[in-house]
């Protein structure tokens, strides 16, 4: 079993600024003996851009700090594109991390496998630290296609990484999560999310020239309730957190969780 256990909130279009940095510093707080007492334990929050900068002072904290990151990031390296933020400039703001392909920026803005590789590209040029997310909509998984449509989308991003020759220096974690099981409430089983990761870890295996094995998160309804059995069942890296990631009284029992998984 791997030692190193990531605990991310994905913030999406939430929290202003003073809501932001107090839901922070208290999730840094209260998580600091824990992230001590556990080196492996990586948590971090993806505020939006404009909070980013309330977010600076947790970088301060060491020697495992809560890390920042970005929910999104330019297909571009910079000019003329109104609107979008680079790679370089989310490292100039201290976040060395970023989302690239959640579904809600492939469902509601477009964004396709090609425009994901290519961020995914930049992000490796810039030396940003990505977590690329996959994950099949109900249909697929109910059709049965859910595995290669996963493996397809990964596929595509990995083919870009292989390309760009640094594969192995890139930082990559990818995150599984079903598209049904975002913001609904219903949770992939513990088997049928340690199922996927499975096979994304064998596929991630049998693609060295890409970087091979990486750390496989899972998203989608993650909570207090269900973190330990998703952790038990396996396979699973840690958690990308939505919904229980806004407060620090539903975030921290996760952690809380993922301490408890590295100490078994
Ligand atoms: P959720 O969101 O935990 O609210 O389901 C997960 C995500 O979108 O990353």
Redesign the pocket.
Known sequence: MSNTLHIFG?W?QNLKRAPARECAQAIARQSQDLRKAHPGLRVGLAPTFVALPELSSLGDESPNPVQRLAQNVAAQETGAFTGEIGAQMLLDCGCAWTLIG???RRQHFHESDEILARKLSTCAEAGLGVVF?VGEALEQRQAGTHEDFVIAQLASALDALEKRGNAAQTQLII?Y?PIW?????QTATPEQASLMHRKIREYLKSRPEAGGDRSILY?????ASNAAELLAAGEIDGF??????LKPETFLPIIQAGAEHLSQ
């Open positions: 994905n999406k959640h579904s809600e997310c995150a999560e099981a975002i913001g609904t409430g998203g989608g309804s993650v909570k990308l957190v939505g919904g229980a990631s």
